[in-house]
């Protein structure tokens, strides 16, 4: 009754053609936004890209391959007795790496950092394409806003977004969301994968299993870390990678993988007693 009223007033007033022409409008200007929501689900924005984890970059693109010599394989062979003493030391040496959360402010000296960067660059990498950047943290402001940004995510995610099981499941490591670390160990090593390449001409250039190039680099880097006597602790900054990468002025084609605080231990620095799976839980002869 009371809509009946509103139409005979609106008509008798000439205003239904207005709030006709208003509704359509309204229509319209929904249509456009739901198309334009549609349309940044299929093609992600900048920020969306540093959060998927696609490993290749389906789109047409031009990358520019050039010819590569080949030149003879340097090897220089050992005896069999050698290798496995080297296996075996190899083995030892790396058994005795544990993840440290408790760093001693000592400082290293920059030149060690370097190496170890370097050993990571080592690393292979889909199509040869060492889509890696390693940033190093070395200043106070910078690591003091780190640990912000990371405590405050962290604290969200240990009190609820990532749930009772997750919570439990650290409960023998005994983490926290706080991070104190962040700000003791001299260095922090934030490393970035390059989800795609930039070409000098601004053109996306496909990188192949960054994700995994990527790892592997870091399996290298955290190796050479335990090697050179240092410490660190592989840590996942959960949904801090966006803050992080933006504070350090990443570019739109890096996201962050892993941080890494690298020093020495603090003196009375523990572990838990973890034991590792042994040969035959983790091999298999066929
Ligand atoms: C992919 C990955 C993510 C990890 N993330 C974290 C982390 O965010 N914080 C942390 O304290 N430890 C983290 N760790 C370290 C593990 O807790 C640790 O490797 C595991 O407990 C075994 O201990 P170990 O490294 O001393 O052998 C991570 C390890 C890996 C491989």
Redesign the pocket.
Known sequence: MVVVQLVQWLMSTGRLFYSGVGVALLVLLLVYVLFQKTKNAETPSEKDETNTDVDMCEEEVDNDVMDVEHIPFVHNRISEAEMKAKSKDFFTLMNK???V?FFSEENVQPEIIEELIRTAGTSPSGAHKQPWTFVVVKDKTYKMKIREIVEKEEEINYSRRMGTQWVEDLRP?K?TWAKPYLETAPYLILVFKQTYGIGPNGERLVHYYHEISCSIACGFLLAAIHYSGLVT??????NAGQALKELLGRPVNEKLLLLLPVGYPAKDAT??D?Q?KPLEQIMIWK
């Open positions: 790496r544990r993840s959360r490591i983490t602790v592989t840590h996942t900054p959960l572990v838990p973890f590792r």
